[in-house]
């Protein structure tokens, strides 16, 4: 009897076993036989490329005349170095990187800098790194876009002047130390009313 209890226990693991391989064939074929549905859809969407904000707004975290200490973003001081027996001239104003990640023209802001005169916002510069392949077309659509309602510059096809808003910018285009990228930068400064 026992003898009889061990065979069925064999053929009932035997027919389980086969049910298993066969199952899994199964399932095999199934997934190797999907039919396919065209081109994958990454391939439509990396054709158009996404569109630019020339937009300076970003880099502007406060009003131009802002005190200092109403800034409302954590600022660093930058060290900057003068000869002794220099003037000082407005562009020597005292200024800070604020501790925030901004995108300028579609990337990430290398360099910020906010500059006080008199404890008083009054200067902002930034730089972004661009591919040298895109820097020269978006460049020139950017400074379209900031020339628009004033009379354009002769300034060339690497640096530019305009506005935005109560916000006058000039910016230039400078070829990187190495071939494949190009740095746009740009500083910002209140128009008078």
């Known amino acids: 009897m026992a003898a009889a209890r061990r065979l069925s226990h064999a053929r009932s693991a035997a027919v389980f076993a086969a049910l298993a391989v066969s199952g899994t064939a199964w399932l095999e074929g199934c997934a190797g036989s999907a039919?396919?549905?065209g081109p994958?859809?990454?391939a439509a969407l990396s054709a158009a490329p996404p569109a630019v904000s020339h937009d300076v707004g970003p880099l502007v975290p406060a009003p131009f005349g802002t005190a200092f200490k109403d800034v409302p973003v954590a600022l660093t001081e930058v060290l900057v170095f003068h000869?002794?027996?220099?003037?000082?001239?407005s562009e020597d104003a005292d200024c800070f990187r604020?501790?925030?990640?901004?995108?300028f023209l579609g990337r990430a802001a290398?360099?910020?800098?906010?500059?006080?005169?008199?404890?008083?916002?009054s200067r902002i510069e930034a730089a972004v790194v661009l591919p040298a392949t895109e820097a020269p077309a978006l460049f020139a659509a950017a400074c379209a876009d900031w020339q628009r309602g004033t009379p354009p510059t002769a300034l060339g096809p690497d640096a530019c002047e305009g506005r935005q808003?109560?916000?006058?910018?000039?910016?230039?285009?400078?070829?990187?130390?190495?071939?494949?990228?190009?740095t746009v930068s740009i500083t910002l400064i209140a128009v008078s009313p």
């Open 35 to 37: 039919p396919a549905r």
């Open 40 to 42: 994958a859809p990454t």
């Open 83 to 89: 000869q002794p027996d220099a003037r000082r001239t």
């Open 98 to 103: 604020p501790n925030v990640v901004v995108s």
């Open 110 to 121: 290398t360099e910020h800098l906010l500059c006080f005169d008199h404890d008083r916002l």
């Open 165 to 182: 808003g109560d916000i006058a910018l000039s910016a230039r285009r400078t070829d990187g130390p190495d071939s494949a990228a190009a």
